[in-house]
Structure formats: structure tokens, C-alpha cells
């Protein structure tokens, strides 16, 4: 500094400290944060809310399979295949009457039972497969079908197609 001139460094010396604004606040935010917020919030709100349909979902599909077990384990006990079939038709109508109107199940039987069922799998195989047991032949006295083959469309039908409209609070 002996270099400067001395009134320079009288100058200089004379300048009070740099005075340093004060820090920002990170209070109130600005708009941009505000809408972040809201649309966080909004995603949390919307992930919490399928994931709870979800496990209602599952847990009513498992409600339904465990019911459809019931009835597997009671036709393995006693070999009666047209109280299997009876069975099979209250749970499918149970079932449906959880999803649709009950003026367009109650009353239903045979082919338009059938198409019914075809409809919520979205498949023939009702109509035209092992599922027609379940329309007129459910009535006969000593009824013949592969209740194996049955029982499994049952299964695939519960995990394919009557939970997917399921709205209800409850089962």
C-alpha cells in the first residue's frame, strides 16, 4: 500500500464497510412454490386413494376366491355335482348383483344366464364351453360335466373379470 498516493489511501480509509443486504427470506413463497405444493399434494392424494381402491379390490377378489374354495372343498367331501353347480350359480349371481343392476341378474336363467356370464368375462366360454353346465343343466337330477374344468373357469372368471367393476365400500 506505500505504493498508493497518500490522499488515496486516505480516501479509501474513510469508506465505511461494505453493507450487506439481509438474507431472504424463505417466507412467503412465491407463486411458483405455491403451486408445487398444491400439485404434490394432489399427486399424494391420488396415489393414496388407488392404492386404497386397490387393496379393496384385492382384498374383495380374495373374499371371492376364498368363497369359491368353500365351495370346491364341499363338492371334493360329498361328490354331488348338482349341488356343486347350485352353488356355483348363487356365487356368480352373488357376485354380479355386488356389480350390475339387480333387474338385469335376479331373474336370469339358461342362455341368457349364459351370455351374461360371457359378457363379464369377456370370453364364450359360458356359452359355448365347459360354463354351460351352468345353464340348464344345473337343474337336472344327476347332472354330467368336468367340474375340474369348471372350478378352474371359476377361478380364472373371479381373477379376470368380477372384481374389475367392483365399487362397493364392502363385500
Not at 23 to 36: D, E, M
Amino acid at each position: 500500500m506505500s505504493a498508493l498516493n497518500p490522499q488515496l489511501a486516505q480516501v479509501l480509509s474513510d469508506l465505511k464497510p461494505l453493507h450487506e443486504p439481509p438474507p431472504i427470506n424463505w417466507w412467503p413463497l412465491s407463486p411458483g412454490w405455491w403451486v408445487l405444493a398444491v400439485l404434490t399434494i394432489g399427486v399424494i392424494v391420488f396415489c393414496v386413494w388407488f392404492l386404497l381402491r386397490f387393496w379393496q379390490r384385492y382384498q374383495y377378489q380374495q373374499h371371492l376366491l376364498d368363497e369359491l374354495n368353500q365351495i370346491w372343498l364341499h363338492y371334493q367331501q360329498y361328490q354331488q355335482t348338482s349341488t356343486y353347480l347350485h352353488h356355483a350359480n348363487q356365487y356368480l349371481k352373488r357376485t354380479l348383483l355386488q356389480t350390475q343392476s339387480r333387474a338385469n341378474i335376479a331373474s336370469l336363467c339358461g342362455q341368457q344366464w349364459l351370455q351374461v356370464l360371457d359378457q363379464a368375462s369377456q370370453s364364450n366360454a359360458f356359452t359355448d364351453g365347459v360354463g354351460q353346465a351352468l345353464g340348464t343343466m344345473s337343474y337336472q337330477p344327476n347332472p354330467h360335466c368336468n367340474t375340474e374344468r369348471l372350478h378352474a373357469l371359476l377361478i380364472n372368471w373371479t381373477k379376470k373379470a368380477s372384481w374389475l367393476n367392483y365399487t362397493g365400500p364392502g363385500y
